[in-house]
Every structure is written in C-alpha cells, then in structure tokens.
T-cell receptor
Framework: GEDVEQSLFLSVREGDSSVINCTYTDSSSTYLYWYKQEPGAGLQLLTYIFSNMDMKQDQRLTVLLNKKDKHLSLRIADTQTGDSAIYFC????????????FGTGTLLAVQP | NAGVTQTPKFQVLKTGQSMTLQCAQDMNHEYMSWYRQDPGMGLRLIHYSVGAGITDQGEVPNGYNVSRSTTEDFPLRLLSAAPSQTSVYFCASHRAQANYGYTFGSGTRLTVV
C-alpha cells in the first residue's frame, strides 16, 4: 500500500538552511505537496511540485524531486523562528478524486 | 471569505456517547474530507465526499458516519465514542484540480474518557 515517510524532528539555528526529507511509494502520483502546520492550527499548503519536474523554487523554498528514488525534499533558506512548525509531505493518489496520503510530519525547531 | 469552519474546537465525551463534528466550507469546493491526526502517525483519512449525496470510506472509517446533503456541509458523526477515538480531527475541502491543494479547517480536539 501507499506509505509516506519522514524523519520526526529537525533542529536548526536561525539563519541556517533547513532540509526536510520525504520518501514516498506511489510512482504514479501526479503531484507532491508540502504542508505546514503551526501550533493549534490546521495544515496550510506551502508548495507543490508536478511529477514531471525535478525542482521548483518559490522565494526561500526549494523543492527537489527525485522520481527514480521516490524522494522529495524541502529546503528553507535563511530559516527564521517563524518557520518553526510541523511540515508534512503528501502525495496524491486516487486519480480524479485527488485523495492525498500524508507523511508522519517533521517537527522543525528553529533555535535563535 | 471564511474558508473551512469546524465546530467545536474542543470536546470531551464519555465512552459510549455520540456526537457530531461540524464542517462547513464557503468556497464551492466539490470535494470534502475528514482526517484524524495522531502523534507519530500523520493524518489518516476517515471519510471523503466527491459531491453532494456521494460519500466513501477512507483508511480508518470504523466508528464514524458521514453524510453530504449540501455542497457546503460535511458533518462527521461518532456513533458510540471510544477512548481510541481521542484525536485531533481535521476537515478539508478541495477542487478537482490537484494543483490547488487542500484547504483545512483549524481542527477539533476530541478527548474520550
């Protein structure tokens, strides 16, 4: 079955780059996503990448996709304390219904 | 634009009680879903709906019922609450086009004692 895996915790210093990794299993996924969850809140879409792309950049965010290894990463440049949150990767499955399967989430702690 | 609204934000139930978690969206999205979030397990899909009158089971549907009588509303019913249903519940809505992503509500924290 589908499974999306992430490391549980990452700690970085303010100003450094953060790299959050994700592995997925469904090679037919059309889109892969990164969501951010701040304490006590719902998930918010950060960015997504189409499966025929290798990289997508959006301001401080860079998404890298290695389809051969089914590996997705999110790099946050110049990490700020406001970036402290849980980050979820997700892959789409289910064809037209666009169901998502989420990873376990990575807690990013940014130290001042 | 309110997005996805969930009520209540917090609830404590006794084992065996029933209740309904409310979810409403004002974006005219076709699809709506319910997830539960548990530590170390990410989000797991409970039920989803592809339009008014159409629902289907997700990964963990047991103990929950849903209905979708209107495009806007997608309530989740717990028939007989159990401690294993202690969790944070999120409702989400989205369009058919995958690149728009999901819009999530702020969640309902449910404790069953």
């Amino acid at each position: 079955g589908e499974d999306v895996e992430q490391s549980l915790f990452l700690s970085v210093r303010e100003g450094d780059s953060s790299v959050i990794n994700c592995t997925y299993t469904d090679s037919s996924s059309t889109y892969l996503y990164w969501y951010k969850q701040e304490p006590g809140a719902g998930l918010q879409l950060l960015t997504y990448i189409f499966s025929n792309m290798d990289m997508k950049q959006d301001q401080r965010l860079t998404v890298l996709l290695n389809k051969k290894d089914k590996h997705l990463s999110l790099r946050i440049a110049d990490t700020q304390t406001g970036d402290s949150a849980i980050y979820f990767c997700a892959e789409s499955y289910g064809g037209a219904t666009n169901k998502l399967i989420f990873g376990t989430g990575t807690l990013l702690a940014v130290q001042p | 634009n309110a997005g996805v609204t969930q009520t209540p934000k917090f609830q404590v139930l006794k084992t065996g009680q029933s209740m309904t978690l409310q979810c409403a969206q004002d974006m005219n999205h076709e699809y709506m879903s319910w997830y539960r979030q548990d530590p170390g397990m990410g989000l797991r899909l409970i039920h989803y709906s592809v339009g008014a009158g159409i629902t289907d089971q997700g990964e963990v549907p047991n103990g929950y019922n849903v209905s979708r009588s209107t495009t806007e509303d997608f309530p989740l019913r717990l028939l007989s609450a159990a401690p294993s249903q202690t969790s944070v519940y999120f409702c989400a809505s989205h369009r058919a086009q995958a690149n728009y992503g999901y819009t999530f509500g702020s969640g309902t924290r449910l404790t069953v004692v």
